[in-house]
């Protein structure tokens, strides 16, 4: 039994320039109910709230949890109110701010709206000097585009057990972002013995030296904790397009950046030399299951 | 006197300003504020970017814009004299993720919109049930995942093809997430077996049943929505697919279409700056999404509807839950139309010798969506979008109102707010 000092965490969830793609992630959270009922939902943009957008404008209200969706722009207006002044409000009130995908963690696809002036809640991009840099210590960045809906689950729970929430340098959760998108992928065994994808639409090969596969080079757990509990960008020969970094969005996102034919960025933590090597020897290697067919279906004649 | 209301919790937000004459509305006016540039972000961009870039116009129907996409760059190709042949296989699982889309909309806006703003007006005690929408929505995203890898914001419709390769595995694991759908839709939406919904021909078959969907039914006539909210009676689907038909309908005469005679003008919306432009048919207001199809695709049971109540909320309420029936029995049938042997990805030159204009045209859940790309070795000159809420919910003058601005005339306000949102807006796919 809960005492009446058990009082749930009160949470707003606000949107800046945002295409929803968050809100819409996390509906597809399992046990979706489990996880609200441990809350108190004051202002949602699509689930049931206590309070009226309106009264959220009028910065009167309190919550213990502000979550921020979408890119920061100092001159966006909600119903004629200033996201600026709503943002300050919460960020000076509340206990913990979670800046939710890639837009809100370091101005992500919509910086590019108006670049000189959006940005994240406390980055731009890779530099630290948001508005909420005096709130620095309340915030935790969840980026990504969209965010896993677990992402945001795991953060709250922690929160709502009274847990601190461990973040990292880019003030992204270090249990979330500490592994790469590669970990886990299903081409991990091409990308060994450097085996490329000949061409999209195959079960074979390796995305990354061809068709612009950014997940050795992308923090997150795309490959671990699956998407829609199904699957994932790479395990469905789509590259990873380095989604939860902040150079997100980059440019030519389907194509691999080479110098004569190296491609230009290695692995992170692996210095390019040893990278090449490694990769010079396992290519003198020919692996005749690795270079066939994956699954050899009887064909029809 | 002009009353300012806002309109939250639809996909962004929307701003209605109304002249209320009597106590009923005389005009409105509507407004969406927030402006994002995409079209302007695109410009100088490789084009296979935009097929990162465009899903993420919007969080519920980001797969229709990845389609809208795909065969706009497909089209340039074809301009260009390399057209590109797809296989059986590509297109229908294709289709398969745009139509599971679609259900998963239409899910989350009977639980989480329509159903708890129609016991509002009917002053209704009844316990809400939002989070069932969640649920089917979330099974519905998952058969997308099979083949997308997630959802929302994949980019797994490549010019030639898909980039996934499936195996009979992810064609089962899809094929009982749709089951567990129809489960779903059979047991706690509707009452009865799909198959008998779907047999449905007289609105009066729906007085046999007791479920969510029977609810909404009566709630629609207890608050008299089937004799309010009628727009032009002039529908319009454009998108080609396996479950539509593209055409223009007058009441229920069908005429042929030509996406080049969609043109866009600018908004009327004198009390606050919009950045929506009204999207027309060779100038004049067309209703489009789920009664559209409906009507086109001569439906019989949405026909019936049409014939007593014509282009009412209640129709259009209506046409949009059927929509969910007929396209969850049309999932099924795709799933079984695959062979997994077929070619995944057609190669075709590299997207920089391509300089050429291209169109693409989907249904998305709403309605029409077209992308137009113009193209110069490779590189994007020009991307104009025009969504499904620009021709539903435009803003326009009172003498040529839009079909949304239309249906709310003469009501309360109130209900005028319930019959914009019978409309399904999404704030953020216009102001794109």
Redesign the interface.
Known sequence: MHSKQDKKPSIIWFQG?????????F????N??NL?DKFEILSH????STQN??TVLSCTLECDIFIFEGAYDPL????DTLVSKIVEYYAKSTKHIIALGSCASFGG??K???PDRNSGLLFNEQEKSGPLLKYESKVINISG??IHPEWLAYTLHMIAKGREVEINKLHRPIELYSTLAHHGCTRNEYFEWKVDAD?????EGCLYYKQGCRAPMTHSSCNKIL????????????PC?G?TEPDF?R?????TKTNMSIPEDVPIGIAKRSYLTMAGIAKTFHIKRLEGKL?D?K??D | MITKQ?I??I???A?IFFDIKDNVVDFATIAF?????IES?LKG??A??A???TP?????C?HAHLMATVRAIEDAYKNAGYPIELSKKITIIREFTLVMEIIQNHF?WIY?TII?EVAKLNNSTKV?T??KG??A??IA??A?????????????M?P??????P?NIDLL?AESYVDELISFFEKESIGVSLDAFLSFESCKDFNTLKSDFSYLESSLMNIKMNEKGFAYDRFLVIGTHTFSKPSKLKQTRPFSIDAKYVTTVDTYSPDQASYAKNAQYKNAFYETGPLARAMAGNLKIVKNMHRRFKDSAYTRVMARVFEVATLLEHAKELLSGID??Q???L?SVDISKITARGVGVVEAPRGPLLHTVDIKDGLIQEYKIVTPTQFNIGSSTKTNPTPAQKAMMKTTQDEAVFIFRTFDVCS?CTTH
């Not at chain 1, 998407?227 to 789509?238: A, L, M």
């Not at chain 2, 504020?33 to 540039?37: C, E, N, T």
């Not at chain 2, 993420?56 to 519920?60: A, M, T």
């Not at chain 2, 997308?144 to 797994?156: K, N």
């Open positions: 320039l945002t295409c929803n793609g968050n809100t819409h992630s509906l597809n959270l399992e979706l109910k609200l943009p699509s689930l049931p957008f309106n966006m207006k909600r119903n696809l919509f590019a709206s108006a585009c969209p061409d999209f639409g195959e079960k998407w829609n509990e199904v699957s994932s960008k790479t395990r469905v020969g789509t397009f989604c969005p440019q030519n996102l389907f194509a699954i279906y064909t029809a | 806002l939250d919790q996909e962004g937000e701003s504020p927030h402006f994002r540039g972000i961009k490789n296979l970017d097929l990162v870039i993420r116009v919007c969080g519920i980001g989350k989480l708890p809400q939002p989070l969640a649920y929505a979330s995203s998952k997308i995942a099979v083949f997308a890898g997630q959802w929302p914001h994949s980019s797994y490549i030639g093809g898909i980039t996934a390769d195996t694991k997994i042997s070619k995944s990805f190669k953020v």
